[in-house]
């Protein structure tokens, strides 16, 4: 199984990041497989599991959760073109290729990053901050993750 991570960018375009190996980590750590450097970010935040062809996400215990399609989980599967949202960045989830095209999240699920975004205090401008940060990590540039 091939999946990816693929973040939307506010100004419509997308930065994929391929999903490392069967147990991924993301977090605000140095040591995390994904590192999102934002303080809206837990330093273990939640953790992605490829089994038999099946990919799940847990929750490690952040305090802001993890959200599938504008749900907050604590553990669940996954499928291609689910919408995962992890502090204020929303990714969508590609696996083996699917989808192709690559679609912001349904309204609802907007809507509810949206207020959740407004609980946790951060702006318009911090969620168009914090894409550019991901994007510009050098590391993340060179590998596709940190």
Same mark, same amino acid.
């Given at each position: 199984m091939d999946a990816n991570l693929v973040l939307l960018k506010k100004n419509g375009s997308h930065k994929l990041f391929p999903l490392p190996s069967s147990v991924t980590?993301? /977090?605000?750590? $140095?040591?995390?497989?994904?590192?999102?450097?934002?303080?809206?970010?837990?330093?273990? $935040?939640?953790?992605?599991?490829? &089994?038999? +062809? @099946? %990919?799940?996400?847990?929750?490690?215990?952040? /305090?802001? #959760? *993890?959200?599938?399609? +504008?749900?907050?989980? &604590?553990? *669940? @599967?996954?499928? @291609? #073109?689910?919408?995962?949202?992890? #502090?204020? %960045? *929303?990714?969508?989830?590609?696996?083996? #290729?699917?989808?192709? *095209?690559? @679609?912001?999240? &349904?309204s609802a699920a907007q809507n509810s990053s949206s207020q959740d975004a407004v609980k946790e205090n951060i702006t318009d401008k911090e969620l168009d901050n914090s894409a550019e940060l991901v994007d510009d990590l050098d590391s993340l540039e060179e590998t596709g993750l940190a």
């Open positions: 980590v993301i /977090g605000r750590r $140095h040591n995390c497989d994904l590192r999102i450097p934002l303080m809206s970010v837990s330093r273990r $935040h939640c953790q992605l599991n490829c &089994d038999n +062809g @099946a %990919l799940k996400i847990r929750n490690l215990s952040s /305090g802001n #959760g *993890t959200y599938v399609n +504008g749900k907050r989980v &604590d553990e *669940t @599967a996954i499928q @291609a #073109g689910d919408s995962i949202k992890i #502090g204020p %960045l *929303t990714f969508v989830i590609q696996i083996d #290729g699917q989808p192709q *095209t690559i @679609a912001k999240p &349904d």
